[in-house]
């Protein structure tokens, strides 16, 4: 007597086989979340949009440094306790290597120090990460400051690639830039 078996499974296995072969066609920033560095000025106007200003930096050194601002209009529901956001992205060569976001200041009106309020850095820096990116940041520290410089700062590898400056009184300064030596992050 044989076995009738359904044929749920060939369901089943069609639907693994399709789910595995479009994953598999995604490229890999498409899984992470959005690829901004090394794209050029009209890639990055998908995601944020036409730029509001344009300005050449003279002291490119023999490169073509161009620092476009866009709206922070999106920012404003991150970031309801600051009044100015001044949002930026940086094209070297007509590629993005830079993005910054002035805040303006802390929500208690400080600049921010270090040590003490490098965590709220953090924080901001995260969220701000989240947004371009629109992943979490995985922090690995890469240099800080030896104790009693008079200028302490902290830079942390917050991605593959990419890299933060938390510097002690403009933690409203919040940056992201690509850095070589954080091409190998640990896993979350």
């Known amino acids: ?25 995604l490229t890999p920033s498409a899984i992470a979340g959005r690829n901004v560095f090394n794209q050029p000025p009209k890639a990055v106007e998908r995601y944020f949009g036409r730029y509001l200003t344009r300005s050449t930096n003279p002291y490119g050194q023999g490169k073509n440094v161009v620092t476009y601002t866009y709206s922070s209009n999106r920012l404003r529901r991150l970031f309801p306790n600051y009044r100015q956001r001044k949002f930026s992205i940086t094209f070297v060569d007509g590629k993005a290597s830079r993005i910054d976001l002035d805040l303006g200041s802390l929500p208690d ?4 120090v270090i040590p003490g309020q490098e965590n709220q850095g953090r924080e901001l820096t995260a969220k701000f990460f989240r947004y371009i990116f629109e992943q979490p940041p995985v ?23 990419v890299a933060t400056s938390l510097i002690s009184g403009q933690l409203y300064l919040l940056n992201l830039y690509m850095e070589p030596s954080c091409n190998k992050v640990h896993s979350r």
């Open 139 to 161: 922090w690995r520290l890469l240099e800080q400051s030896p104790q009693g410089d008079s200028l302490q700062y902290v830079r942390y590898c917050v991605g593959k690639g």
């Open 109 to 112: 009106g400080s600049l921010g």
């Open 1 to 25: 007597m044989a076995m009738r078996v359904s044929g749920g499974w060939r369901l089943t296995v069609c639907c693994c086989l399709w789910i595995l072969l479009g994953l598999g066609t």
